[in-house]
C-alpha cells in the first residue's frame, strides 16, 4: 500500500499540488560499466611520429573495433611539412582519438600562465587546424603532459580547453568503476622494450578484469570489483627496430588481439574517459514528474567534453517500483516494456533492459509504453540503430533517402562529425572502418545508422 499510495500521490503532484509525497525521485539510471565491456584499455601513442602512421595504421585498419589515441605535439615537422596532418586526418576518419600533447613537449613546471597558454592551451586549436586541412573535422579535449611533469599550475591551464590529462608513470594505472579519479594526473603503465614484454601488457591487462592469477603478483595487484577497470597505456614509436621506447608490430598486435579477444573495450582516453565520466552525473541525476512520466536532467561535468557521448544504461528498479506502482507490474510477474524519450525519438531496451541514449541531450524522459508506440517496438531479438522495429524502420529510412532536404552527417566512433555524405553510405574515398551516419530531415525523425566501410 505504501508504494501505491507514493506512486499515486507523485503522479498527481505537479497539477495538484500533492504535499504528502515529493515528486522527485533520486538516482532513476544504472550506467553500464566500461560500455557493456568486461573492462576497457586504453593504448596511447604520443609525439605525432611518421611511424605510428606507416606501420600501425595497417594494423588498427584490419581490427576496426580497436581504437586508440594519438596524442600530436603542435609544431611537430611531420605533422606540418610531410603530410603527417593527411596521415593522422585518415587516423581520425577511422575513428581514432587525436589529443594534444602541447606545442613543443616542454617541462612547463614553473611556466608564468601567458606561457602556458601558448603551450598548452594554443596547440588544441593549432591540431585541430592541421587535421581539418588534412580532411577531418575533429574535437581535441584531452591531454597529455610531457615528461609527466604536472602541477595544479599546470592542471588548471589543461582544464581551460581540454577535460582530461594523462600522465604517466607505472603505478595507479588501473581505475575503478566507482572511484572518481583525478581527471587532470591519470597515470599510465609506460612501454619500454628493454624492462617490459608484451606479455606484461597482457597480464596487467589480465588484472583489471579479474583473469590474472594474483597470488604471483605484487600485493599491490588486487582483483578488480564485478564492473572490471580500466588500463591505460603509454607508448611511443611503432617501430620493429629503434630505440626501447618503440613498440614493434608484432608485439602492438599480439597486446591488441589479447584485449579484443577479452572482450575488452579498445577505445581512445578521451571516448572511455568522456564515458567514465558522465557515468558519475548520470548515476546521480533526479527525476521529476513530468506529465505521463519522469524527466531525468542533467549538467554538463565539464565545458571540453566530447561532441557525442553515447551511454549504455539501465532504469534502478526501485526507482521503477516508486514510480510506476503497480502498473509497473504485469499479473504474471513481467516487467512491460517501459521507453525512454530524447528530443521526441522513442528509445526502447534490448533484451537485457539497456538503453542507448545520447548524454550530450542533458535529459532523457521515461515513461510507459502507449499505444502510438506500437508500431516503433522492435521485435524480440531484432532492436537495430534506429531503435524501432525493422519494417518501420526500414519505411522511415526509405522516406528520409527520397526527400532531397535529407541532410547526412557522418561520425567516427568517438562522436566527432567528420563532414556530409549522400545516403547512408561512405564514400570509398575514406578510409575503412566503422562510422556512424545520422540522416536529419525536418518531417520525420532522425535515423542513425552504424556502417562498415
Not at 85 to 94: E, I, M, P, Q, Y
Not at 97 to 124: C, F, R
Not at 263 to 280: D, I, L, P
Request: glycine share 8%; hydrophobic share 40%; net charge negative.
Amino acid at each position: 500500500m505504501e508504494r501505491k499510495f507514493f506512486h499515486s500521490c507523485a503522479k498527481i503532484a505537479v497539477t495538484l499540488g500533492c504535499v504528502t509525497a515529493p515528486n522527485t525521485i533520486a538516482a532513476p539510471l544504472e550506467t553500464i560499466p566500461w560500455n557493456g565491456h568486461i573492462g576497457a584499455v586504453s593504448l596511447t601513442f604520443d609525439d605525432a611520429l611518421e611511424n605510428q602512421v606507416l606501420n600501425l595504421k595497417p594494423i588498427l585498419d584490419e581490427m576496426p573495433e580497436a581504437h586508440v589515441t594519438f596524442f600530436l605535439t603542435g609544431s611537430s615537422y611531420y605533422l606540418i611539412n610531410q603530410g603527417g596532418n593527411k596521415g593522422f586526418a585518415s587516423l581520425a576518419l577511422a575513428g581514432h582519438e587525436i589529443g594534444n600533447h602541447s606545442l613543443s613537449h616542454g617541462n612547463y613546471v614553473g611556466m608564468k600562465q601567458a606561457e602556458l597558454v601558448d603551450e598548452i592551451i594554443t596547440p588544441a586549436d593549432t591540431i585541430e587546424a592541421l587535421i581539418k586541412a588534412g580532411g577531418a573535422n575533429i574535437k581535441v579535449s584531452a591531454f597529455a603532459t610531457p615528461y609527466c611533469a604536472n602541477d595544479d599550475e599546470i592542471s588548471a591551464a589543461i582544464s581551460q580547453r581540454h577535460f582530461i590529462n594523462r600522465d604517466c608513470g607505472d603505478w595507479g594505472y588501473r581505475h575503478s568503476w566507482n572511484k572518481e579519479p583525478n581527471w587532470f594526473k591519470f597515470s599510465a603503465l609506460g612501454w619500454d622494450r628493454g624492462t617490459k614484454t608484451p606479455e606484461d601488457l597482457m597480464v596487467a591487462m589480465d588484472t583489471c578484469i579479474g583473469n590474472a592469477d594474483f597470488s604471483g603478483l605484487n600485493p599491490w595487484e588486487t582483483p578488480p570489483g564485478p564492473e572490471g577497470e580500466w588500463m591505460i597505456v603509454l607508448h611511443h614509436g611503432v617501430a620493429d627496430e629503434g630505440d626501447n621506447m618503440s613498440v614493434s608490430t608484432a608485439d602492438i598486435r599480439k597486446i591488441l588481439q589479447h584485449a579484443l579477444d577479452n572482450k575488452m573495450w579498445v577505445a581512445g582516453f578521451g571516448t572511455v574517459g568522456a564515458y567514465f565520466k558522465a557515468h558519475f552525473t548520470l548515476d546521480s541525476a533526479t527525476a521529476i514528474s513530468d506529465g505521463d512520466g519522469y524527466k531525468i536532467s542533467w549538467e554538463m561535468p565539464h565545458p571540453q567534453m566530447p561532441q557525442s557521448i553515447p551511454m549504455k544504461v539501465k532504469i534502478q528498479s526501485d526507482f521503477l517500483s516508486q514510480a510506476f506502482g503497480d502498473i509497473a507490474i504485469r499479473t504474471d510477474g513481467s516487467q512491460p516494456r517501459i521507453v525512454m524519450e530524447q528530443k521526441g525519438k522513442v528509445i526502447w531496451p534490448d533484451s537485457k533492459g539497456v538503453y542507448d541514449i545520447e548524454f550530450n541531450e542533458l535529459s532523457v524522459t521515461i515513461r510507459l509504453e502507449t499505444a502510438a508506440d506500437s508500431s516503433s517496438r522492435p521485435e524480440e531479438g531484432q532492436e537495430n540503430d534506429t531503435g524501432i522495429a525493422p519494417r518501420a524502420a526500414a519505411r522511415l529510412k526509405a522516406m528520409l533517402m527520397a526527400d532531397p532536404r535529407t541532410v547526412y552527417t557522418v561520425f567516427d566512433l568517438n562522436g566527432n562529425r567528420l563532414g556530409y555524405t549522400d545516403s547512408f553510405g561512405i564514400p570509398e574515398s575514406m578510409p575503412r572502418g566503422i562510422y556512424i551516419i545520422r540522416g536529419e530531415n525536418p518531417d520525420f525523425p532522425p535515423v542513425t545508422q552504424q556502417v562498415r566501410h
